[in-house]
């Protein structure tokens, strides 16, 4: 008897046992919005037509699982029978009918801010949440993923962003509670720039009594903060917004609100969310229902593809072990991150806003950029722990490989030398074997219109970099396929001081353009004082950090007090910035056809306007074209070369975009695809900005001499990086 017992008891946990796994536990397709085909029917050669899935998942985690330890408050979340806790997201998928003739490789966005963002480096225009409904056949004809056979796989991650059945990328994840059943409250900070009557909370507030809460004004980040009266502010019913009583809030400037909150969600559960999903389409055959795997038994690799708040999270995701699937296999192969850089993301804290991004002067006081920043092993002076982003990955041996791509835009406002010096900024640091870096100089946060100032002083920099990101797409696929090495790393360096401080200007290389003002303004990272074991707990006992920005106070190192660069605001940890050529356009990274065939300067940093003139512009760079001709650059005053002093006549410079376009190709950072369309888009920009000699008609374009047809012959990689492949 007592061994039939055992026997059964033996059984029962077998079948128990899936239970208590993080997994997807069932997906239900809405069949109003798939389709097959989509693409309205549009078929690629040798791929066939496209369908589209579109649904909503639901997962649970085992809250005591070791992978899952990490997500805060999960203990605190509810749990169902089988004591584990659940959560929900919507998920789109576009991929070939015929998964034969597909590539068996995935692309996988985290929406961005619930939105898909994929375009720039898919080679396709419009669709918005809806990509399927893309019919136009040259768009289609000239995309970059579908004709490669790529499965296009969309899943959200963060919090309520919009119903679970509609196609904005979203998660539901649960409110976390105290032990008994009560109510968590805690501080919560909103910082608030906008010129609506209202402004929503993230977390509404646990009491309506106003003194538990105070808001503050200012127009500049240095100036003093002005307490709002309770008077001069208000409540909604339930907590949930705040209201002026005067009016509306007066747009672009800072008002700050701390309060005491309740009803934290799970926000970590997102993690969880992006890795039990791509790893159940990688490994699964069906969910605890019966429903099949669309992509069941086809995915040999998933490749993901991000755009700047998205990248944030999977540095976290990679920092935290969330690239270990439940069976101990890896979830990505590889990442192509595009101007995230070294920061993380204000998710995996109580009270987090994923919403949140810092910059010169926005979102400041949220944390995303704690140590460790970078993907090789360091020592963080002010904490005094050894890390990187990938130590917990190479003890599972599942680490991705990642292409961090970055403009010069985050090294102003987002510290992103981090990503490659140490934190005490003595030295540079040495490449993973797991990544390389990429700064796409002198862009901006993404690409700006040449033809508007917005807030800025400048026009704004409309350099683009979405061709180099497709090069590195496939040389990504190559290194994860084929074990062929990237091209190298391309960062500013400490050691041949092409990493410098922002002051003195001089030191930087930017000249002194008339009309362009320079104040080396760049935000500091700071390790911030958020209350006692913060940063084991990720709960905040002091929210926001105490910081002193006012002018005037004398400090020994310093006789104004500034928010930046400010030691009274808490440790530093150094960042620095990519020195300029003499015309103001940065020396190392990777340098576009723009940078080496310039006609104008070009920088990832710029300055407000108006009557918050020399604040930060955030994400802005600038777009300040060159003289025409040597007079225009005498009267004006322009330290600069003019256009018709550097090329003397069109086929001069046409011969130098034809070099630099065949360079970029030889150097695997340009696609012969895609040459031929920079190649033009260059000779238009020519044209218009005075090129001597411009012909009526622009002259056809040619292959290059690096894309023309070679004889066969034996493999040979010409790189001769030395770093270990994993």
């Not at 046992?17 to 549009?42: H, N, V, W």
């Not at 926005?362 to 460790?372: K, V």
């Not at 015309?583 to 306007?609: F, H």
Request: charged share 20%; net charge negative; with cysteine.
């Amino acid at each position: 008897m007592r061994k039939n017992a055992l026997l059964a008891a033996a059984v029962a946990a077998a079948f128990a046992a899936p239970l208590a796994e993080a997994r997807i536990t069932k997906i239900e397709i809405d069949q109003a919005r798939s389709q097959s085909p989509t693409f309205g029917g549009y078929s690629w050669p040798g791929v066939g037509q496209y369908e589209k899935v579109v649904g909503i998942a639901y997962g649970e985690v085992n809250p005591h699982d070791r992978q899952n330890r990490v997500i805060v408050d999960i203990e605190f979340a509810p749990r169902n029978a089988r004591g584990n806790v659940e959560y929900a997201f919507n998920f789109y998928i576009l991929k070939p009918i015929d998964l034969k003739k597909g590539a068996h490789r995935v692309m996988y966005e985290p929406p961005n801010r619930g939105g898909k963002t994929w375009t720039g480096l898919a080679r396709v225009s419009g669709g918005g949440n809806d990509p399927g409904s893309i019919v136009d056949p040259a768009v289609l004809a000239n995309a970059f993923f579908m004709p490669r056979g790529y499965t296009i796989v969309w899943s959200g991650w963060e919090q309520n962003l919009g119903p679970l059945d509609g196609l904005t990328g979203t998660g539901q994840f649960p409110v976390a509670k105290n032990r008994d059943g009560s109510t968590i409250t805690g501080p919560s900070y909103e910082y608030i720039v906008t010129g609506g009557a209202s402004s929503g909370l993230a977390y509404p507030a646990a009491t309506l009594d106003k003194t538990k809460a105070q808001l503050t004004h200012r127009v500049h980040l240095d100036d003093v903060p002005q307490v709002i009266p309770e008077s001069g502010w208000n409540y909604n019913a339930d907590g949930t917004a705040i209201s002026l009583a005067s009016g509306n809030f007066v747009s672009n400037d800072i008002y700050e609100f701390s309060y005491i909150a309740k009803d934290p969600t799970v926000n970590g559960l997102g993690f969880a969310a992006v890795r039990d999903w791509n790893a159940w389409l990688r490994y699964a055959k069906r969910d605890d229902y019966g429903n099949p795997n669309p992509m069941a038994g086809d995915i040999k690799r998933i490749y993901t593809e991000v755009v700047s708040q998205p990248g944030r999270l999977l540095n976290d995701f990679r920092h935290l072990g969330f690239n270990e699937a439940e069976n101990g296999k890896k979830v990505f192969d590889g990442h192509v991150q595009w101007i995230a850089a070294g920061n993380g993301l204000n998710m995996n804290y109580r009270f987090s806003q994923t919403g949140r991004t810092e910059r010169n002067r926005q979102n400041h006081l949220y944390i995303e950029g704690r140590f460790p920043f970078a993907a090789v092993k360091s020592f963080d002076p002010i904490t005094r722990d050894v890390d990187s982003r990938y130590a917990r990955c190479e003890k599972t041996h599942t680490c991705p490989l990642a292409m961090e791509i970055y403009s010069s835009n985050e090294y102003w406002v987002k510290s992103a030398s981090l990503l490659h010096t140490d934190p005490t900024g003595r030295y540079d640091l040495p490449d993973s074997p797991y990544t390389r870096n990429y700064l796409m100089s002198s862009m901006q946060h993404g690409t700006g219109n040449p033809a508007n100032r917005g807030a800025c002083q400048q026009f704004q920099n409309p350099l683009s970099s979405n061709a180099t990101q497709r090069a590195l797409w496939i040389a990504l696929d190559e290194w994860a396929s084929e074990k062929r090495k990237p091209p190298h790393s391309r960062v500013p360096k400490l050691k041949d001081r092409t990493l410098v401080p922002p002051l003195p200007q001089a030191g930087t290389g930017f000249p002194s353009i008339p009309g362009v003002t320079y104040t080396g303004l760049k935000t500091t990272r700071y390790h911030f004082n958020y209350g006692l074991h913060f940063y084991d707990t990720g709960i905040a006992t002091i929210n926001p950090p105490v910081i002193v920005p006012i002018p005037g106070a004398t400090l020994p190192s310093s006789p104004v007090t500034t928010y930046q660069d400010n030691p009274a605001n808490g440790p530093i940890y150094p960042s620095f910035i990519p020195k300029t050529d003499s015309d103001g356009n940065e020396i190392a990274g990777v340098r576009l056809p723009d940078l080496r065939v310039p006609l104008a300067t070009y920088t990832g940093w710029a300055l407000r306007s108006g009557v918050w003139a020399n604040d930060g512009c955030e994400a802005a760079g600038q777009f300040i074209p060159f003289p025409r001709t040597a007079a225009d650059a005498a009267a004006a005053g322009d330290p600069r070369k003019s256009v018709a002093e550097r090329y003397p006549d069109f086929a001069d410079y046409h011969g130098k975009v034809r070099d630099a376009l065949n360079d970029l190709v030889e150097e695997r950072l340009l696609l012969c695809e895609d040459a031929g369309t920079e190649e033009t888009r260059l000779l238009q920009a020519g044209v218009a900005r005075g090129v001597p000699g411009a012909p009526a008609v622009l002259p056809a374009v040619e292959v290059l001499p690096a894309c023309q047809p070679k004889k066969p012959h034996g493999h040979h990689d010409d790189d001769d990086d030395d770093d270990d492949d994993d």
